[in-house]
């Protein structure tokens, strides 16, 4: 921790006045330091700790983290002008008291983009990304209702989740605006019985109502996006939107019969609410209502909206498994919130389609709070999908975010007419290290 930190004491309460008194330093300052020893403590080479959710049910992993990194410059600039590739060799580990836990190891090589290499004229700062993997991971505990919209609370049954992936992975920016991408890996899924548990098993559905619960063959994977989004080198900083489209291809290696295709598409726009001030220095009762900002401003906070919609499509004789089809209700198997007010897992089937609403206000340091609203549904069939009779909740909640990524959150639903269920969340350790978790994630 010192070695990270260093002398945070200085940094706090470093200095005299021409008075010979200590100089405090300001609440922001404080706030400043706190961060950035978090930050480097995180990123600790060659060994640091890993801290996240492995999976919905799997409760907090704790763990390590080794990596190795080289940096050098294009050859083809000047010295001044040249921006620097990253290779970087990693593994880690991480365990859950749940018996849950993700073994990984990767190589990332990242790059500037195509064009992008000279920083005299380089026009946007994304970078292309090279990524070579191998995970394994164990979900001790994952739920199951059923499929389709008629599941019930009833039907709770509960499976262990063995999946190894190896695959290759590249990120690719073509424009400040346009980016593309993808995946092709192997995945070997197996569904067992959980321990500890007077849950039944997912067996007890057969084939018939979990499909692929008795057999779990090997699959290869590809998987294709483009992303269209505001640029990174704009100087307006209100308002962001993305838009991301997804064609997935699994192939079952074994009779075929689990073979499918995915399309996912989504959408996010964000709007920073300001009002004009007179002072950027204001009392601390004032700035927990209207954060200041520069030009004069002041932020209310954020207006967030969603779109997401899943459609999976199969041949004759062919069937999605169970374990591949996305769910709605809390948080998803990649981590993205979805029916907030009902339970991990609620509502399970080849096809979805989710709408949400949020406002996030900052009040106090790394503390936010905010109000949402989801609205969504799953269909057995695309075609099936629709805005009407759509399953909705209503929340409030509290983040804990350090430099403007989400570290932790905490929230509660109402209205979905199942309970009340109050939900603490970790950042998902599938989006990697939590210092590249953007506030809206995208599945």
Same mark, same amino acid.
């Given at each position: 921790m010192a070695q990270a930190c260093g002398n945070v004491k200085a940094d706090l309460f470093g200095g005299k006045d021409k008075n010979g008194q200590p100089i405090k330093a300001t609440g922001e300052q404080k706030r400043a330091v706190v961060e950035d020893c978090g930050i480097k403590f995180y990123g600790l080479t060659?060994?640091?700790?890993?801290?996240?959710?492995?999976a919905p049910q799997g409760s907090l992993g704790l763990g390590l983290i080794t990596k190795s990194r080289v940096s050098f410059l294009s050859s083809h600039f000047t010295t001044q002008d040249r921006r620097e590739r990253v290779s970087?060799?990693?593994?880690r580990g991480l365990y859950s008291l749940s018996n849950s836990y993700l073994l990984e190891g990767r190589y990332d090589?990242?790059?500037p983009a195509l064009g992008q290499g000279n920083a005299t004229t380089a026009t946007f700062e994304d970078q292309i990304k090279i990524s070579v993997y191998a995970i394994r991971m164990n979900l001790a505990k994952q739920r199951f209702f059923g499929i389709g919209e008629n599941s019930s609370l009833t039907g709770l049954a509960e499976y262990r989740l063995l999946l190894d992936r190896v695959g290759a992975a590249t990120d690719w920016p073509l424009l400040a605006w346009f980016s593309a991408g993808g995946t092709l890996q192997w995945v070997r899924p197996s569904i067992m019985g959980p321990s500890g548990t007077q849950v039944p098993p997912v067996f007890g559905y057969g084939d018939a109502g979990a499909p692929g619960a008795l057999f779990q063959p090997p699959f290869m994977n590809y998987k294709a996006y483009l992303d269209v989004h505001t640029g990174t080198n704009t100087t307006q900083t209100?308002?962001?939107?993305?838009?991301?489209?997804?064609?997935?291809?699994?192939?079952?290696l074994d009779a075929g019969t689990y073979s499918f295709d995915r399309m996912n598409g989504f959408a996010t726009t964000s709007f920073d609410i300001r009002r004009s001030i007179k002072s950027l220095t204001l009392p601390t009762w004032k700035s927990a209502l209207?954060?200041?900002?520069?030009?004069?401003?002041?932020?209310?906070?954020?207006?967030?909206? *969603? #779109?997401? $919609?899943?459609?999976?499509?199969?041949? *004759? #004789?062919? $069937?999605?498994p169970f374990y591949f089809q996305p769910t709605l209700g809390g948080t998803d198997i990649e981590g993205f919130d979805?029916?907030?007010?009902?339970?991990?897992?609620?509502?399970?089937?080849?096809?979805?389609v989710l709408l949400q609403s949020q406002f996030d206000h900052h009040l106090w340091a790394f503390l936010g709070i905010y109000s949402f609203y989801d609205i969504g549904e799953v269909a057995l069939s695309?075609?099936?999908?629709?805005?009407?009779h759509l399953h909705h909740d209503i929340g409030i909640g509290v983040s804990v975010k350090v430099q403007n990524k989400i570290v932790l959150r905490g929230y509660v639903g109402f209205g979905t007419g199942e309970g009340t269920h109050p939900n603490v969340k970790l950042p998902s350790t599938m989006w990697g290290s939590w210092q590249a978790l953007p506030v809206t994630v995208l599945p």
């Amino acid at each position: 921790m010192a070695q990270a930190c260093g002398n945070v004491k200085a940094d706090l309460f470093g200095g005299k006045d021409k008075n010979g008194q200590p100089i405090k330093a300001t609440g922001e300052q404080k706030r400043a330091v706190v961060e950035d020893c978090g930050i480097k403590f995180y990123g600790l080479t060659p060994l640091g700790p890993q801290i996240g959710s492995i999976a919905p049910q799997g409760s907090l992993g704790l763990g390590l983290i080794t990596k190795s990194r080289v940096s050098f410059l294009s050859s083809h600039f000047t010295t001044q002008d040249r921006r620097e590739r990253v290779s970087e060799v990693s593994a880690r580990g991480l365990y859950s008291l749940s018996n849950s836990y993700l073994l990984e190891g990767r190589y990332d090589f990242k790059m500037p983009a195509l064009g992008q290499g000279n920083a005299t004229t380089a026009t946007f700062e994304d970078q292309i990304k090279i990524s070579v993997y191998a995970i394994r991971m164990n979900l001790a505990k994952q739920r199951f209702f059923g499929i389709g919209e008629n599941s019930s609370l009833t039907g709770l049954a509960e499976y262990r989740l063995l999946l190894d992936r190896v695959g290759a992975a590249t990120d690719w920016p073509l424009l400040a605006w346009f980016s593309a991408g993808g995946t092709l890996q192997w995945v070997r899924p197996s569904i067992m019985g959980p321990s500890g548990t007077q849950v039944p098993p997912v067996f007890g559905y057969g084939d018939a109502g979990a499909p692929g619960a008795l057999f779990q063959p090997p699959f290869m994977n590809y998987k294709a996006y483009l992303d269209v989004h505001t640029g990174t080198n704009t100087t307006q900083t209100w308002q962001r939107t993305k838009v991301r489209g997804t064609y997935e291809h699994f192939i079952d290696l074994d009779a075929g019969t689990y073979s499918f295709d995915r399309m996912n598409g989504f959408a996010t726009t964000s709007f920073d609410i300001r009002r004009s001030i007179k002072s950027l220095t204001l009392p601390t009762w004032k700035s927990a209502l209207c954060e200041p900002t520069a030009g004069g401003e002041c932020s209310l906070g954020q207006l967030t909206f *969603n #779109g997401l $919609v899943t459609a999976s499509y199969v041949g *004759n #004789g062919k $069937v999605v498994p169970f374990y591949f089809q996305p769910t709605l209700g809390g948080t998803d198997i990649e981590g993205f919130d979805t029916l907030r007010g009902y339970l991990d897992f609620r509502f399970r089937a080849p096809n979805r389609v989710l709408l949400q609403s949020q406002f996030d206000h900052h009040l106090w340091a790394f503390l936010g709070i905010y109000s949402f609203y989801d609205i969504g549904e799953v269909a057995l069939s695309p075609g099936n999908l629709s805005l009407s009779h759509l399953h909705h909740d209503i929340g409030i909640g509290v983040s804990v975010k350090v430099q403007n990524k989400i570290v932790l959150r905490g929230y509660v639903g109402f209205g979905t007419g199942e309970g009340t269920h109050p939900n603490v969340k970790l950042p998902s350790t599938m989006w990697g290290s939590w210092q590249a978790l953007p506030v809206t994630v995208l599945p």
